[in-house]
């Protein structure tokens, strides 16, 4: 798919948010650098596709997607999610990829899943030179769609005792990448013998997912 096509699907689900038949899917982002990118591989998007279709109406395919950064397969996707532990590379080939990607229309949520933040900010800085990262007020309609979040995002896990932070980079007026920060957000949306998480927390979780799916595919 084309930056063009991807452009035009964008808009046609937002005419709708209706994603267009069985074969939308999403799509987790492997990368380099030897930071697991497959930390949240085996029910993490499935369980959030599977609320998304349940409780928003959309018919996403419930097989995810495995994409690398500088692949042009990732412009067969509109929304994908990172996560991870530790480092991250990217190389000139895969920024400007990543870059045209977001910039066609396309969505990367990055979920910290605890020891990512020094890596994947300046990775991203190689792929947007000219922005930084911007903490969402919690007004910021991505945090009011479907499910209301006054406070911003839930807390899924502790890790330093800091409250969760939600990052954004801002292309043309456009929310192109969404960073969720000591909140661990992809855990969240696993299933519930992985981490023990409470229903109230894995709800919590999977409701913010669903808002940055709407959020996603309608602006």
């Not at 229309?105 to 900010?121: A, C, E, V």
């Not at 769609?145 to 043309?172: M, N, S, T, W």
């Not at 990448?177 to 979780?205: I, T």
Request: proline letters at 6%; a negative charge.
């Amino acid at each position: 798919m084309t930056r063009k096509l991807l452009a035009l699907c964008i808009l046609l689900l937002a005419s709708s948010f209706q994603p267009a038949g069985p074969s939308m899917k999403i799509a987790l982002l492997k990368y380099s650098g030897g930071g697991d990118w497959y930390a949240n591989l085996d029910t993490s998007l499935k369980n959030l596709v599977d609320f998304c279709n349940k409780n928003l109406g959309t018919s996403i395919s419930p097989e995810q997607g495995i994409v690398e950064v500088g692949s042009p397969d990732l412009f067969n996707y509109p929304f994908v999610h990172m996560t991870g532990h530790g480092n991250v590379v990217f190389n000139s080939q895969e920024a400007q990829n990543l870059r045209n990607y977001l910039m066609g229309g396309g969505f990367l949520h990055i979920s910290d899943n605890y020891g990512m933040d020094k890596f994947i900010r300046p990775q991203m800085k190689r792929v947007f030179p000219e922005l930084d990262f911007v903490e969402l007020p919690f007004n910021h309609p991505i945090y009011h769609q479907k499910y209301d979040f006054p406070g911003g995002l839930p807390k899924v896990h502790e890790h330093e005792g800091r409250a969760p932070e939600g990052y954004g980079l801002i292309y043309d007026g456009r929310l192109v990448c969404f960073y969720d920060f000591e909140c661990d957000l992809g855990d969240g949306w696993e299933d519930p013998e992985v981490h023990k998480d409470s229903p109230e927390a894995r709800q919590k979780a999977l409701k913010m997912g669903a808002n940055l799916i709407q959020y996603a595919f309608t602006h």
